[in-house]
C-alpha cells in the first residue's frame, strides 16, 4: 500500500501561485508514476500533470501547460505541483495519484492509470 497525504492548498487571487505538495508513505516512492488530478464541483476527474518514477518524464494537460509544474523529491517522498498564472477555472480539489512504475506510462493521463488516491486538497481561484 502506498498512503499520499496533499497540501498547500487555499485561496488565492487570480494570478497569484500555488505549490502543492503531496507525500508519500508505505512503499519506495522511487517506483511509483506519479501524478495530479483535479475535479470541480459537477465535473469529472480530469488530468493535470504526471512525472515519471525517475523524473525523466514529464506529462502536462494543455490546460495548465506553460503555467504548472510537476516534479519530485524522491529523497524526501514528495511530489509538487508548482501552480502559476492560477485562472477561476483552476478552482477544484487537487488529487495525488500513484501507479508503480512496471505499469508503465501508456495511461498516465487516465485516473483508471492510478492504483493509490491522496484524499485531496481544495485550490480556490477569486476573480
Known amino acids: 500500500q502506498v498512503q499520499l497525504v496533499e497540501s498547500g492548498g487555499g485561496l488565492v487571487q487570480a494570478g497569484g501561485s500555488l505549490r502543492l505538495s503531496c507525500a508519500a508513505s508505505?512503499?519506495?516512492?522511487?517506483?511509483?508514476?506519479m501524478g495530479w488530478f483535479r475535479q470541480a464541483p459537477g465535473k469529472e476527474r480530469d488530468f493535470v500533470a504526471a512525472?515519471?518514477?525517475?523524473?525523466?518524464?514529464?506529462y502536462c494537460a494543455d490546460s495548465v501547460k506553460g503555467r504548472f509544474t510537476i516534479s519530485r523529491d524522491n529523497a524526501k517522498n514528495t511530489v509538487y505541483l508548482q501552480m502559476n498564472s492560477l485562472k477561476p477555472e483552476d478552482t477544484a480539489v487537487y488529487y495525488c495519484?500513484?501507479?508503480?512504475?512496471?505499469?508503465?506510462?501508456?495511461?498516465?493521463?487516465?485516473?483508471?492509470?492510478?492504483?493509490?488516491w491522496g484524499q485531496g486538497t481544495q485550490v480556490t481561484v477569486s476573480s
Open positions: 508505505g512503499r519506495p516512492f522511487s517506483s511509483y508514476t
Open positions: 512525472i515519471s518514477w525517475s523524473g525523466g518524464s514529464e
Open positions: 495519484a500513484a501507479v508503480h512504475k512496471t505499469l508503465g506510462t501508456d495511461y498516465v493521463t487516465l485516473s483508471g492509470g492510478y492504483n493509490y
